[in-house]
C-alpha cells in the first residue's frame, strides 16, 4: 500500500499541475507551464516520471532548457520520481543543479485521527483572507526573502489563488488574531483522494500550537469522509514532518527537487509557492 500510495500521490500532484496553466508530455514525463508566472517555480517545472524513459541528465536539461528557456526563463526546476532521481542525482549536481527532496508522508486513516489543540480555535477562512495573510508572510518571514520583490510576490499569490481547479474541492482552515488570519492550512480532495497542503504560521504567532492546530482540523476534516488517500508534502531537511508524523502522517517516499539558473534572477532565492 505504501508504494501504491506513494505513486497516487504523486499523480494526484501532477494532475493538480496539469489543471492549470499549460501542460506538455512526453516519453519521460510532463512539463506544465505558466509563462505569465515565471517567478513562480511551481508552476514552470518538468516532471520526471518512473525512469524518464531512459533520458541522461544532459537529455532532461535540454528539455528544460527547450521548455523554461524557451519562454525565457531564468530557472531549470525538475521534479524526479525515485527510479530516475537515483540513477541522475549525481549528474545533475554536476550540470549545475541545487539537489533537494519532498518527504511525501501518507496519513493511515481513521483510526489515527489526530486530536483538537486544546485552546486554539480553528476556523475555515476565504480564499481573500488567506491571500492577505500569505501577503505578509512573503513581505516579511525571514524564510522568504524572494518575497521582497513585487513581480515575485505578486505571481506567488496569484498561485495561490487559482492552483487546485479541475474538479479538486478546497478548504481553507485557519486560525484568526482578531480579523486577521495569522495561521492556515488547505486541504484538496478530489474523487476519494486528499491532500493537505500550503501550511503556514506567521513568525510572531509561532510556539502556540496554531501550525499543529490548522493541519489537525484539516486531517479530521479529510479523514470525516473517509479518503482511501489522504497526504500531505514537506521538505526533507525541515522540521514539519516531525510535526505531521505526530499527528498520524507516516513517510512513503521521496520526489527528488533539482533547481538552477540560466542567468541571475531579478530576485534572489526560490520561487516556491
Known amino acids: ?34 509563462p505569465e508566472l515565471d517567478r513562480c517555480y511551481d508552476r514552470n517545472l518538468l516532471w520526471a516520471v518512473d525512469d524518464a524513459g531512459g533520458l541522461s541528465a544532459a537529455q532532461l536539461d535540454g528539455h528544460a532548457e527547450r521548455l523554461l528557456g ?63 495573510a500569505n501577503d505578509r508572510y512573503l513581505q516579511t518571514d525571514r524564510d522568504t526573502p524572494y518575497g521582497r520583490d513585487a513581480r515575485t510576490r505578486r505571481h506567488l499569490l496569484e ?27 488547505r486541504l484538496w480532495k478530489r474523487g476519494d483522494e486528499a491532500q493537505v497542503e500550503d501550511v503556514v504560521c506567521l513568525a510572531e504567532h509561532r510556539g502556540r500550537g496554531y501550525g499543529r492546530a490548522v493541519v489537525a482540523a484539516a486531517t479530521r476534516a479529510a479523514l470525516a469522509d473517509d479518503p482511501e488517500l489522504l497526504f500531505i508534502v ?23 527537487v533539482y533547481l538552477r539558473f540560466a542567468r541571475m534572477p531579478q530576485a534572489s532565492g526560490p520561487g516556491a509557492a
Not at 21 to 31: K, L
Not at 81 to 105: I, M, N
Not at 160 to 184: I, L, M
Not at 234 to 255: C, H, K, M
Open 234 to 256: 514537506a521538505d526533507a531537511s525541515d522540521w514539519p514532518q516531525e510535526l505531521y508524523a505526530r499527528l498520524g502522517y507516516a513517510t512513503a517516499g521521496e520526489l527528488g
Open 159 to 185: 498561485h495561490h489563488r487559482s492552483y487546485g481547479p479541475g474538479g479538486a474541492q478546497e478548504r481553507r482552515f485557519a486560525v484568526r488574531d482578531g480579523d486577521d488570519v495569522v495561521a492556515w492550512a
Open 1 to 34: 500500500m505504501t508504494r501504491d500510495g506513494l505513486q497516487r500521490a504523486f499523480a494526484f500532484e501532477r494532475a493538480m499541475h496539469g489543471a492549470v496553466g499549460r501542460t506538455i508530455t512526453g516519453a519521460w514525463g510532463q512539463a506544465f507551464l505558466s
Open 70 to 132: 524557451g519562454h525565457d526563463m531564468a530557472h531549470r526546476r525538475l521534479l524526479l520520481e525515485p527510479p530516475v532521481e537515483e540513477r541522475l542525482h549525481d549528474r545533475l549536481v554536476g550540470l549545475g543543479y541545487d539537489a533537494s527532496r519532498h518527504v511525501f508522508q501518507l496519513h493511515p486513516g481513521r483510526a489515527a485521527t489526530p486530536a483538537a489543540v486544546e485552546g486554539v480555535e480553528v476556523v475555515e477562512a476565504g480564499i481573500e483572507d488567506v491571500l492577505a
